[in-house]
């Protein structure tokens, strides 16, 4: 940003905001908000970098970028970005200038988290992305963890983070195996209520279908497919799409397993504002549904033979804890939400679903384009660790058998950083010590080495805050 750009014609669409210029630097205010955020020593730095360059300050000025102060604050899960943007975004909104300020995240969660909102995908293109981290030209790091509590662990996890643990980090994972005399039950609590994370999409449906299980007669909610306009008849292809991933699916599952009480999790973006995004938690209530719709014919052999289909749910509802709606739906008690059906479209090949006797000839079309109504939500006994970046959890129960194909240092890290101690964490089965030694690749460590040299410059031009 570069407030020397901005002239009095930039402002007829802000009312009565002024120019950043003509807003005079108020130190007081910078102090107020950093000690009411209790921002440490390295947010503290950063927050006044953006805020004394925000108000004109020339001691924040670059030489590059026309002026414009390009900044990037690296930091691992836990080390308070959030609480930093938090401050920032108080700042703007005192200075009157909330309107100048854009908060974007790539996933709900952490969108949620600092009041942002998702970038529309098409407009991100990756050389113009990689053109803009290019022209950072100051980097301030934040290396104060504030999330883990537990000593020891921390070390562990930042050696983790750089591939270089030891073998008593690996001995000091396995105390946390199940069958381990440290280790209590899954049965008892808090773990019988902890989720439970795991690496593909295919695994945490067999797990949650299972733990749906509890002796009542399951619903499972039945997806309404159709293929330009019209309901697919062939009962293969029906079977076969309701039995697909919902990874293959835009994450609206063909069959919802649901019973009362149990812990879901939004699969889409319905409203970023009010909290109800994708990856947010909840507990599943009550289903309201079409009573006409309902059947018993098996679908599906996973699930039991009591089974009660549900064709044509209508809306399901939840109860969110952490909800930002600050007024209760009509007939419904706070913290209860209904959750509609959402419509996603998705392509499937169906020459990979068919029997042989049944696929098509070579020349004619195999790729079909499916539209899918269904309830955007899925069982949260278990989920991936994908869904679990950006959160931290009370208690939660991993897997870290990784899938083959993955070495990537982030599957392992994300969700062993989640939780405040080791002490909140199960380890499903014993796991390859190898894993801990992943290391960042290549592009990642020249990244990380251009950055640090920036951090050094950053620490000589603002000594006074570094």
Same mark, same amino acid.
């Given at each position: =940003?570069?407030?020397?750009?901005?002239n +009095?014609?930039?402002?007829?669409?802000?009312?009565?905001?002024?120019?950043?210029?003509?807003?005079?630097?108020?130190?007081?205010?910078? #102090?107020?908000?950093?000690?009411?955020?209790?921002?440490?020593?390295?947010?503290?730095a950063?927050?006044?970098?953006?805020?004394?360059?925000?108000?004109?300050?020339?001691?924040?000025?670059?030489?590059?970028?026309?002026?414009?102060?390009? =900044?990037?604050?690296?930091?691992?899960?836990?080390?308070?970005?959030?609480?930093?943007?938090?401050?920032?975004?108080?700042?703007?909104?005192?200075?009157?200038?909330?309107?100048m =300020?854009?908060?974007?995240?790539?996933?709900?969660?952490?969108?949620?988290?600092?009041?942002?909102?998702?970038?529309?995908?098409?407009?991100?293109?990756q050389?113009?992305?990689?053109?803009?981290?290019?022209?950072?030209?100051?980097?301030?790091?934040?290396?104060?963890q504030?999330?883990?509590?537990?000593?020891?662990?921390?070390?562990?996890? !930042?050696?983790?983070?750089?591939?270089?643990?030891?073998?008593?980090?690996?001995?000091?994972?396995?105390?946390?195996?199940?069958?381990?005399?440290?280790?209590?039950?899954?049965?008892?609590?808090?773990?019988? #209520?902890?989720?439970?994370?795991v690496?593909?999409?295919?695994?945490?449906?067999?797990?949650?279908?299972?733990?749906?299980?509890?002796?009542?007669?399951?619903?499972?909610?039945?997806?309404?497919?159709?293929?330009?306009?019209?309901?697919? !008849?062939?009962?293969?292809?029906?079977?076969?799409?309701?039995?697909?991933?919902?990874?293959?699916?835009?994450?609206?599952?063909?069959?919802?397993?649901?019973?009362?009480g149990?812990?879901?999790?939004?699969?889409?973006?319905?409203?970023?504002?009010?909290?109800?995004?994708?990856?947010?938690?909840?507990?599943?209530?009550?289903?309201?549904?079409?009573?006409?719709?309902?059947?018993?014919d098996?679908?599906?052999?996973?699930?039991?033979?009591?089974?009660?289909?549900?064709?044509?749910?209508?809306?399901?509802?939840?109860?969110?804890?952490?909800?930002?709606?600050?007024? #209760?739906? !009509?007939?419904?008690?706070?913290?209860?939400?209904?959750?509609?059906? =959402?419509?996603?479209?998705?392509?499937? +090949?169906?020459?990979?679903v068919?029997?042989?006797?049944?696929?098509?000839?070579?020349?004619?079309?195999?790729?079909?384009?499916?539209?899918?109504?269904?309830?955007?939500?899925?069982?949260?006994?278990?989920?991936?660790?994908? #869904?679990?970046?950006?959160?931290?959890?009370?208690?939660?129960?991993?897997?870290?058998?990784?899938?083959?194909?993955?070495?990537?240092?982030?599957?392992?890290?994300?969700?062993?950083?989640?939780?405040?101690?080791?002490?909140?964490?199960?380890?499903?089965?014993?796991?390859?010590?190898?894993?801990?030694?992943?290391?960042?690749?290549?592009?990642?460590?020249?990244?990380?080495?251009?950055?640090?040299?920036?951090?050094?410059?950053?620490?000589?031009?603002?000594?006074?805050?570094?």
């Amino acid at each position: =940003m570069n407030p020397n750009n901005y002239n +009095n014609n930039n402002f007829e669409n802000y009312g009565s905001i002024l120019p950043v210029v003509s807003v005079a630097t108020n130190f007081p205010t910078q #102090k107020i908000i950093a000690d009411e955020f209790t921002l440490n020593r390295e947010q503290r730095a950063a927050f006044m970098i953006i805020t004394s360059h925000l108000d004109g300050d020339s001691r924040c000025r670059t030489g590059d970028n026309n002026g414009q102060l390009i =900044m990037c604050v690296p930091g691992c899960g836990g080390t308070g970005k959030s609480q930093l943007i938090h401050a920032l975004s108080k700042y703007f909104l005192i200075t009157k200038r909330m309107q100048m =300020m854009r908060k974007l995240a790539p996933t709900g969660i952490p969108a949620a988290e600092i009041g942002g909102k998702l970038p529309n995908e098409k407009e991100v293109q990756q050389r113009v992305a990689r053109s803009l981290i290019l022209q950072i030209n100051c980097v301030v790091k934040l290396t104060q963890q504030m999330r883990t509590e537990d000593p020891r662990y921390r070390q562990l996890l !930042e050696r983790l983070r750089h591939g270089q643990c030891n073998y008593d980090d690996y001995e000091l994972l396995l105390t946390r195996v199940i069958g381990q005399p440290s280790v209590g039950s899954l049965r008892d609590s808090p773990w019988n #209520k902890a989720p439970i994370l795991v690496f593909q999409n295919e695994v945490r449906t067999q797990l949650n279908n299972k733990a749906a299980e509890t002796g009542q007669a399951p619903m499972v909610c039945v997806s309404q497919d159709t293929c330009k306009g019209k309901p697919i !008849e062939d009962p293969r292809l029906i079977k076969k799409l309701l039995e697909l991933s919902d990874s293959k699916t835009e994450h609206l599952p063909g069959l919802l397993s649901l019973v009362p009480g149990m812990p879901v999790i939004l699969t889409q973006n319905i409203a970023i504002e009010l909290g109800l995004i994708n990856g947010m938690n909840g507990i599943f209530r009550q289903l309201v549904y079409d009573e006409d719709s309902v059947s018993t014919d098996v679908i599906s052999e996973p699930f039991p033979n009591n089974t009660r289909y549900i064709h044509k749910p209508l809306y399901a509802i939840i109860e969110i804890v952490r909800s930002k709606i600050e007024c #209760k739906f !009509e007939q419904l008690q706070s913290n209860l939400v209904p959750i509609p059906l =959402m419509e996603q479209t998705f392509r499937i +090949n169906i020459a990979d679903v068919l029997p042989k006797d049944k696929k098509p000839k070579s020349n004619q079309k195999t790729i079909l384009s499916i539209k899918r109504r269904a309830l955007p939500l899925l069982p949260a006994y278990c989920i991936t660790t994908h #869904k679990s970046q950006g959160q931290t959890l009370n208690n939660v129960v991993i897997d870290l058998k990784l899938p083959n194909e993955t070495d990537d240092i982030a599957a392992i890290y994300v969700p062993l950083s989640g939780v405040k101690r080791l002490a909140d964490l199960i380890i499903l089965i014993y796991f390859d010590y190898k894993i801990l030694l992943l290391k960042p690749s290549k592009s990642q460590l020249a990244e990380i080495e251009r950055l640090d040299k920036l951090y050094l410059e950053t620490q000589t031009r603002f000594s006074e805050w570094l």
